[in-house]
């Protein structure tokens, strides 16, 4: 079995069995070949980047991984075709841009999301975009959380409101505790600063809601 943090293993544990997966972002390619190797997958693993282009090659080689093909590619902008999209380790931001802009996406096309950093962001790009959220889990990483995403293209757009983009389909309770304590954290900045009292109070607002829904009791208006 291929060595992944666990942010990869649980982008790995979403994707299916013998499809076609375009990882973008390869960077060491380890989850590339744990997919080739351990779900017998066609894996085309991309970068943008020189260097983590030469470190993926590397890695399938060094694991002997013939069914993976090493791409450079700014995102998806040279991939024709894809079952299953892993995009995992970036900002929301990046990630709804590279998601946005597929070429190639069906209701049969899977894309499953890792953000770093925005993933409110990214929820509601999607959303809005026409994209629908199937699944989420939390990865727990270094002491840090993170929510692994499962999407998939509809064409129906829909707009979600700040508890949905927060929390999405996340429901682990380490998950949703961390949302509430960071809005906490920023309630408290904005009441050191002069004139800041109502963003200060909707921040612990939507801290409330998250943790009524962490305690299963629902999104709640305050």
Known sequence: MINLDNRLRAAFELCRNGVVAADVGTDHARLAAALALEKNCRVIACDVRDGPLEAARRTVAEHNAHNIEIVKS????????????IICGMGGELIADITERCRFTDENTRFILQPMTKAEVLRRRLYKSGFELLEEKTALDNKKVYSV????????????????????KNRDKIY??????????????????????????????????VLRIAMGCGNENC
């Open 74 to 85: 700014d995102g998806l902008d040279e991939i024709d075709f894809a079952d299953d999209v």
């Open 149 to 168: 995403m499962l999407w998939r293209f509809t064409g129906k757009s829909r707009v979600i409101d700040e508890i949905e983009a927060l929390c999405g």
């Open 176 to 209: 949703l505790e961390k949302i509430a304590e960071k809005l906490l954290k920023n309630a408290e900045n904005m009441e050191k600063s002069s004139g800041a009292a109502d963003e200060a109070k909707s921040l612990r607002c939507k801290a409330d809601a």
